[in-house]
């Protein structure tokens, strides 16, 4: 059993800057993909970015330049800046943990104009 414990998030100026992190714990073996996704009521979940095993970052074009993935063994992260209201959304962490599929419970990203 795995489990994806996500926290950072909040309401941030528009402008201003946040910082998500995801953990994961349980039964690890290994880790393969992480990324984050979001979702924007009414529409659907989108990828924001993601990043391999060995580094290599791909970034949705509405977040180039200001949101940043990085990981470390288990968790990953995404650091956000300048900020806008468009960005408001509810935020997911995804990984392939052991083979398996697995994503965060969410958290609440709001920026205000």
């Known amino acids: 059993q795995v489990q994806l414990v996500e926290s950072g998030g909040g309401l941030v100026q528009a402008g201003g800057s946040l910082g998500l992190s995801c953990a994961a714990s349980?039964?690890?073996?290994?880790?393969?993909?992480m990324g984050w996704y979001r979702q924007a009521p009414g529409l659907q979940r989108e990828l924001v970015a993601s990043?391999?095993?060995?580094?290599t970052t791909n970034y949705a074009d509405s977040v180039k330049g200001r949101f940043t993935i990085s990981r470390d063994k288990n968790t990953v992260y995404l650091q956000m800046i300048s900020l806008k209201s468009e960005d408001t959304a509810v935020y997911y962490c995804?990984?392939?943990?052991?083979?398996?599929?697995?994503w965060g419970q969410g958290t609440q990203v709001t920026v205000s104009s």
């Open positions: 349980g039964s690890i073996s290994s880790t393969n993909a």
């Open positions: 995804w990984m392939i943990v052991s083979k398996g599929d697995y």
């Open positions: 990043i391999t095993t060995s580094g």
